[in-house]
């Protein structure tokens, strides 16, 4: 009886000592080698992640889960790369091109491979406004449906509208909710079945705004005039059925990203810099998990041209990301990140610094962004939760 218990009572240690072990499995940080130039101004060197966070799309290439890389190239007048679908299946971005009848132009379109893009033309009887004509911004999950901005009639006067495209129905105009104010999808849902973005107030302002169907569908998720002042919706989950987005406001001076669910009232997230020396900046949430308990984004200081990125856990709510990471990895990881709270102006790190956040997966375990690494260039990150 003695030595059984001992074997039990050892079995029972070793299986907590196991459970803590996995418990406190820490949080990866991981430096991917893609530099886009010395950390000056704010930038992205790192565009968007599919689904399952095995696919990531720089600006100009692709990894793939096998370890292969795919070089992007593009025509004479460049390309810019902007979204990959949830399958990692179709990358979609904006090409220059200049030929008649309406000469020099950027134009949505989808990466083919190698340097051939499908551009994706414009609305009926449109011409560019100056060198924009149109400007896509996300991608459905199966790559089956293109979003963005198109502009509309014969000259900026008209102004834009979100627009939708597929191979059936060419691009379609989705329409504004306020007639010759102008409106914009930023993203949609992987399945398809809802657009979010903005539409203008009367007086121009942009409110954030969805899209559960085709043209006329658009509505504000505040309305013009409301006590809560909601700007640009910016993405959602695989289902549409959290949006999440930036410039949320009841009266006070900072603006807060925001998260949003139908029937509830856009819940604020809070900021990790507030206002400084007047500059009350630009605090926008980025991407969200499918089920809306994590929110990835960043806020912005005009005055300082500086970014800080920040996660958001339901029920723990807003920090910055690398003071988030710097507690949840191994002392050498810690050691080569920030402390988020230094002044970068007087407070010397030879470290990293997180500025913004490009997506999160969907199950809410990968992160991709950009970041000053400590040569001082931009360089991509992936952080990986446990």
């Known amino acids: 009886m003695t030595n059984r218990r001992f074997i039990v009572l050892a079995a029972c240690v070793a299986l907590l000592a196991t459970s803590a072990t996995m418990a406190a499995k820490p949080v990866e940080f991981e430096p991917l080698g893609v530099t886009c130039g010395p950390a000056f101004f704010p930038t992205f060197c790192v565009v968007d992640m599919s689904g399952d966070g095995q696919t990531i799309l720089f600006r100009d290439q692709v990894w793939r889960p096998d370890g292969s890389v795919e070089t992007i190239g593009g025509p004479p007048g460049g390309f810019s790369t902007q979204a990959i679908s949830d399958d990692g299946s179709t990358v979609v971005g904006n090409v220059g091109l200049s030929d008649p009848p309406l000469g020099n132009r950027q134009e949505a379109a989808i990466w083919q491979g190698g340097s051939n893009w499908q551009a994706l033309g414009g609305l009926p009887n449109t011409s560019p406004c100056g060198f924009s004509y149109t400007s896509a911004f996300d991608v459905s999950g199966d790559g089956s449906e293109v979003v963005g901005l198109a502009w509309i009639g014969m000259s900026c006067a008209n102004s834009a509208n979100g627009f939708s495209w597929t191979t059936g129905t060419g691009m379609v105009d989705l329409d504004r909710i306020v007639p010759d104010r102008a409106s914009r999808v930023n993203s949609i849902s992987a399945d398809g079945s809802r657009k979010v973005g903005w539409s203008d107030t009367t007086f121009g302002s942009r409110l954030a705004a969805v899209w559960d169907g085709g043209p006329g569908s658009a509505y504000w998720i505040e309305p013009d005039g409301s006590a809560i002042f909601l700007g640009e919706a910016q993405n959602t989950s ?99 990140i920030c402390d988020a709270e230094l002044n970068r102006e007087i407070d010397v790190c030879s470290g990293w610094d997180f500025w913004n956040i490009a997506a999160i997966s969907n199950d809410g375990k990968t992160i991709v962004g950009t970041g000053r690494n400590p040569n001082g260039f931009w360089e991509a990150f992936r952080i990986t939760l446990p």
């Not at 991407?287 to 308990?293: L, M, N, Q």
């Not at 990835?296 to 709510?317: H, Y």
């Open 238 to 336: 695989s289902d549409g059925t959290f949006v999440v987005g930036g410039g949320y406001t009841s009266g006070n001076d900072v603006f807060e990203p925001w998260i949003w669910t139908e029937g509830e009232s856009p819940t604020p997230l809070g900021v990790v810099k507030t206002i400084l020396n007047g500059d009350t900046g630009q605090h926008i949430a980025r991407d969200v998990s499918d089920d809306g308990s994590v929110v990835v984004g960043q806020d912005t200081l005009f005055g300082l041209g500086e970014q800080w990125a920040w996660i958001w856990n339901e029920g723990s709510g807003i920090e910055f990301l690398q003071n988030y990471v710097r507690d949840r990895v191994n002392g050498p990881t810690r050691s080569q």
